[in-house]
């Protein structure tokens, strides 16, 4: 079993929707949590950047951290067709070194 | 340079070739790290440099696999006697510092290889 698992999708949504995309977890010591975006033949770059439990919030998109159900999501309000991408959640312990990755979720926004 | 550099973007090696993929980080990163993406997966770490000490080289898939930084720079992965199951794209990543809120790590847009 993957330490940090995603539903590969793929999602496929109107422009204009909420998406919700989730990663659960298994190892306890996983302090940061991000989300990462990623086109085709590109590297990932960074969305969202959580440190322990909570909300943030950045624009059109809300990460959320539940370290005791061991769950992320990430929401994206209002869908454009530009979101379309493979969303990966990533985690890391303490020390930042090393980044545990999901296997991402393909998003598809239909214009 | 403006972001994470890596070459060659794309490689093809025939199987049992050497070969050599560069990375050169943002000016100024400490940490460097190695990470392979197979098709449709999340990458996989590799190897993590602070500087020019390899701190972390858990994830290396057997000892074919080579990484070095020796001037706390420009860092290079070697994969000796290529095999297919060597086809993935290698992605480079540096950050400022290993710990601290709001640190970011940026990726490179990777080393397509691919072993025939």
């Known amino acids: 079993q993957k330490e940090v698992e995603q539903d590969p999708g793929p999602l496929s949504v109107p422009e204009g929707a909420i998406v919700s995309l989730n990663c659960t977890y298994s190892?306890?010591?996983?302090?940061?949590f991000m989300w990462y975006r990623q086109y085709s033949r590109k590297g990932p770059e960074l969305l969202m950047y959580?440190?322990?439990?909570g909300n943030k919030e950045d624009g059109r998109f809300t990460a959320q951290v539940d370290k005791s159900s061991k769950y992320i999501s990430l929401f994206i309000r209002d869908s454009q067709p530009s979101d379309s991408a493979t969303y990966l959640c990533?985690?890391?312990?303490?020390?930042?070194?090393?980044?545990?990755f999901g296997s991402g979720t393909k998003l598809n926004v239909k214009p | 340079g403006a972001g994470v550099s890596q070459s060659p973007r794309y490689k093809v090696a025939k199987r049992g070739q050497d070969v050599a993929l560069r990375c050169d980080p943002i000016?100024?990163?400490?940490?460097l790290f190695w990470y392979q993406q197979a098709l449709g997966q999340g990458p996989e770490f590799l190897t993590y440099?602070?500087?020019?000490?390899?701190?972390?080289k858990s994830g290396l898939p057997s000892d074919r696999f080579f990484a070095e930084r020796p001037e706390g720079s420009v860092s290079t992965l070697k994969i000796q006697r290529t095999q297919q199951e060597d086809s993935a794209v290698y992605l480079c990543?540096?950050?400022?510092?290993?710990?601290?809120?709001?640190?970011?790590?940026?990726f490179g847009e990777g080393s397509w290889l691919t072993v025939v």
């Open positions: 990543a540096s950050s400022f510092d290993a710990v601290g809120d709001g640190n970011t790590i940026y």
């Open positions: 190892n306890s010591a996983f302090q940061y």
């Open positions: 959580t440190y322990s439990s």
């Open positions: 990533a985690m890391s312990p303490y020390n930042f070194n090393k980044f545990y």
């Open positions: 000016s100024g990163h400490v940490s």
């Open positions: 440099f602070q500087n020019e000490a390899q701190l972390d």
